[in-house]
């Protein structure tokens, strides 16, 4: 990185920080701290709630998606306008008439408080666990690319959030995430200009965007009922309608975004936008990781993208193989440039879909290809990381981008970072000081609720930084964040829908329905990742939800009989 790189990242950060100290200064109340003062409007809340989902994860780790499975991870997020609505018409105005600081307030005068205390509890295992990895995935791909050390990195960007987020609470959270998604939305319009400005001079958008759908990168949708393939139309409206519900509905890092409204018009305008803005937003990040894939049809590109492991291999016995790997694919590579050229003058339809089929094989030699060097990776380190999705936007950014933008981008993917991470530990110090001190330490007064809220906010931080130091990279880090989230949001949402409609089964029926369906979620889960059974993490939130309500009304209709 260039001196201009670092002026640029560093500067951005440290105004953002400032920015949001300076802007927060002398909060009063919990309600300040917690809540903003509820001064914040529709827009505010809108760019607040997208930023807490998007993190640094979406950034690094979507563009890889597309680059090798398309654009297929889109569907994910087709319950979420759906999601959105049934929040907008159900969940804001009973937030906002009753008044709550947590959205687990409302259990306790629904059910009981050993209730509303099991659900922040399962809320605060899920994110606290996810707060780590939002630290984390920035910092092990950051550190792997650019020789950063690991443990300092986590330290760095832990620290930055937690100076302002500890500082301002809420309302410093909602201030510095507008900023960040500047800075965010800004990196990534520049950086898909330059990405087709690096295209060769003969290959127009048009061409590119046929390039892609001739790679099979440009399928959207998938309405079967396989339950093999994670992302489908059926698992995105129906898995993802629930696991967004769950999100936005009941996790308190973003139903704290949405309490700091001025009004009920204003926070459901705010999630209106989300709504709107969400899928589009995505598709675009998807289509830029296509748009990397097209570039490199035309660029060589490394056999993997994560340099660590590349590293492993070429310093060990094996380094003659995996050289040999890397003479077969340039070959290859000069091979399909030639084809994909071809493909853009081909005038007639037999003509193009020849071609087409001649880069399908092409690519498929070159998956082999990467295969084997996964092989020889894991060969001379059986610990390396051989999945480099997280680790291609990353290279595209440093090898072929310009100085000072370099430097742009790496900010944009920290603000991320910084972004969701300050509402996670927002979220975190608000639920245990109001759910678990406050409830059982009642009388004392706002003072000492204000610095208890800091204080916990605070411990969150450190507890973030300490899981961010010792979690181990799984799979792509997009989807780990989305199974820890399945494994608890179902049922979360499940014990929130039984509130709000299922009036006849009472407390204890729902305490222990939420404690047998939290452990058989755990159990399908590991069936499925030890693959006995075959069932996509999506499908989780749906199965939660459903199974403890099932549980409770029985054992509700149990308790009667008795």
Same mark, same amino acid.
């Given at each position: 990185?260039?001196?201009?790189?670092?002026?640029?990242?560093?500067?951005?950060?440290?105004?953002?920080?400032?920015?949001?100290?300076?802007?927060?200064?002398?909060?009063?109340?919990?309600?300040?701290?917690?809540?903003?003062?509820?001064?914040?409007?529709?827009?505010?809340?809108?760019?607040?709630?997208?930023?807490?989902?998007?993190?640094?994860?979406?950034?690094?780790?979507?563009?890889?998606?597309?680059?090798?499975?398309?654009?297929?991870?889109?569907?994910?997020?087709?319950?979420?306008?759906?999601?959105?609505?049934?929040?907008?018409?159900?969940?804001?105005?009973?937030?906002?008439?009753?008044?709550?600081?947590?959205?687990?307030?409302?259990?306790?005068?629904?059910?009981?408080?050993?209730?509303?205390?099991?659900?922040?509890?399962?809320?605060?295992?899920?994110?606290?666990?996810?707060?780590?990895?939002?630290?984390?995935?920035?910092?092990?791909?950051?550190?792997?690319?650019?020789?950063?050390?690991?443990?300092?990195?986590?330290?760095?960007?832990?620290?930055?959030?937690?100076?302002?987020?500890?500082?301002?609470?809420?309302?410093?959270?909602?201030?510095?995430?507008?900023?960040?998604?500047?800075?965010?939305?800004?990196?990534?319009?520049?950086?898909?200009?330059?990405?087709?400005?690096?295209?060769?001079?003969?290959?127009?958008?048009?061409?590119?965007?046929?390039?892609?759908?001739?790679?099979?990168?440009?399928?959207?949708?998938?309405?079967?009922?396989?339950?093999?393939?994670?992302?489908?139309?059926?698992?995105?409206?129906?898995?993802?309608?629930?696991?967004?519900?769950?999100?936005?509905?009941?996790?308190?890092?973003?139903?704290?975004?949405?309490?700091?409204?001025?009004?009920?018009?204003?926070?459901?305008?705010?999630?209106?936008?989300?709504?709107?803005?969400?899928?589009?937003?995505?598709?675009?990040?998807?289509?830029?990781?296509?748009?990397?894939?097209?570039?490199?049809?035309?660029?060589?590109?490394?056999?993997?993208?994560?340099?660590?492991?590349?590293?492993?291999?070429?310093?060990?016995?094996?380094?003659?193989?995996?050289?040999?790997?890397?003479?077969?694919?340039?070959?290859?590579?000069?091979?399909?440039?030639?084809?994909?050229?071809?493909?853009?003058?081909?005038?007639?339809?037999?003509?193009?879909?020849?071609?087409?089929?001649?880069?399908?094989?092409?690519?498929?030699?070159?998956?082999?290809?990467?295969?084997?060097?996964?092989?020889?990776?894991?060969?001379?380190?059986?610990?390396?990381?051989?999945?480099?999705?997280?680790?291609?936007?990353?290279?595209?950014?440093?090898?072929?981008?310009?100085?000072?933008?370099?430097?742009?981008?790496?900010?944009?993917?920290?603000?991320?970072?910084?972004?969701?991470?300050?509402?996670?530990?927002?979220?975190?110090?608000?639920?245990?000081?109001?759910?678990?001190?406050?409830?059982?330490?009642?009388?004392?007064?706002?003072?000492?609720?204000?610095?208890?809220?800091?204080?916990?906010?605070?411990?969150?931080?450190?507890?973030?930084?300490?899981?961010?130091?010792?979690?181990?990279?799984?799979?792509?880090?997009?989807?780990?964040?989305? /199974?820890?989230?399945? &494994?608890?949001?179902?049922? $979360?949402? !499940? @014990?929130? #829908? %039984?509130?709000? *409609?299922?009036?006849?089964?009472?407390?204890?029926?729902?305490? /222990?329905?939420?404690? &047998?369906?939290?452990?058989? $979620?755990? !159990? @399908?889960? #590991? %069936?499925?990742? *030890?693959?006995?059974?075959?069932?996509?993490?999506?499908?989780?939130?749906?199965?939660?939800?459903?199974?403890?309500?099932?549980?409770?009304?029985? #054992?509700?209709?149990?308790?009667?009989?008795?």
């Amino acid at each position: 990185m260039s001196f201009i790189d670092w002026i640029i990242l560093v500067g951005t950060l440290l105004f953002i920080v400032g920015f949001g100290m300076y802007k927060t200064r002398g909060n009063k109340s919990v309600s300040d701290y917690l809540k903003g003062g509820n001064q914040a409007n529709w827009w505010t809340i809108g760019l607040s709630v997208m930023a807490t989902q998007a993190s640094a994860i979406t950034f690094l780790s979507t563009p890889g998606q597309a680059f090798h499975s398309g654009m297929g991870f889109v569907q994910f997020y087709f319950g979420l306008p759906i999601a959105m609505v049934i929040i907008c018409l159900v969940f804001i105005p009973l937030y906002h008439k009753l008044k709550v600081f947590t959205a687990y307030e409302y259990l306790e005068s629904r059910f009981d408080l050993k209730t509303r205390t099991l659900t922040a509890i399962f809320f605060l295992i899920q994110r606290g666990l996810a707060a780590g990895i939002t630290i984390f995935a920035p910092s092990i791909i950051l550190s792997a690319v650019l020789g950063w050390n690991l443990v300092y990195l986590n330290i760095i960007i832990g620290i930055l959030v937690v100076i302002y987020t500890v500082s301002g609470g809420t309302k410093a959270v909602s201030i510095t995430q507008k900023q960040q998604m500047a800075v965010i939305f800004g990196g990534l319009f520049i950086a898909f200009l330059l990405i087709l400005n690096l295209l060769p001079l003969d290959v127009g958008f048009g061409d590119a965007v046929e390039i892609a759908g001739a790679n099979d990168k440009m399928k959207v949708l998938d309405f079967s009922f396989d339950l093999e393939n994670r992302y489908t139309v059926w698992t995105g409206l129906i898995g993802g309608t629930f696991l967004m519900l769950s999100y936005f509905g009941t996790d308190q890092s973003q139903v704290q975004r949405y309490l700091s409204g001025k009004s009920v018009k204003e926070s459901q305008m705010g999630m209106i936008m989300n709504g709107l803005l969400k899928v589009p937003m995505q598709f675009f990040i998807l289509f830029i990781g296509v748009m990397v894939f097209v570039f490199y049809q035309f660029a060589s590109s490394p056999l993997n993208f994560n340099p660590a492991a590349e590293e492993d291999v070429l310093n060990s016995e094996y380094a003659a193989e995996y050289l040999d790997l890397q003479s077969e694919k340039e070959v290859l590579e000069k091979e399909k440039e030639t084809v994909h050229l071809q493909f853009i003058k081909a005038t007639s339809t037999e003509q193009k879909d020849d071609l087409a089929l001649q880069l399908k094989e092409i690519n498929t030699q070159e998956v082999a290809l990467r295969d084997q060097a996964k092989t020889l990776i894991k060969k001379a380190n059986p610990q390396a990381e051989t999945n480099d999705k997280d680790y291609v936007f990353i290279h595209f950014i440093l090898n072929n981008l310009p100085i000072g933008l370099i430097g742009l981008l790496l900010a944009a993917i920290l603000s991320a970072a910084m972004s969701s991470t300050a509402s996670e530990l927002n979220a975190l110090g608000s639920t245990t000081a109001i759910d678990l001190y406050k409830r059982n330490m009642p009388g004392r007064d706002e003072k000492h609720y204000l610095n208890m809220s800091k204080w916990f906010t605070l411990m969150w931080g450190v507890i973030a930084i300490l899981i961010a130091c010792v979690a181990n990279l799984f799979e792509n880090l997009i989807e780990l964040v989305n /199974i820890i989230g399945s &494994i608890f949001y179902g049922n $979360i949402l !499940g @014990v929130f #829908l %039984l509130a709000f *409609f299922i009036k006849f089964v009472k407390s204890k029926a729902t305490f /222990i329905a939420a404690i &047998i369906t939290q452990i058989i $979620i755990i !159990g @399908v889960w #590991l %069936l499925d990742k *030890f693959e006995v059974i075959s069932l996509p993490y999506l499908w989780l939130n749906a199965l939660g939800c459903g199974l403890v309500m099932a549980i409770a009304a029985i #054992l509700q209709s149990t308790m009667r009989k008795e």
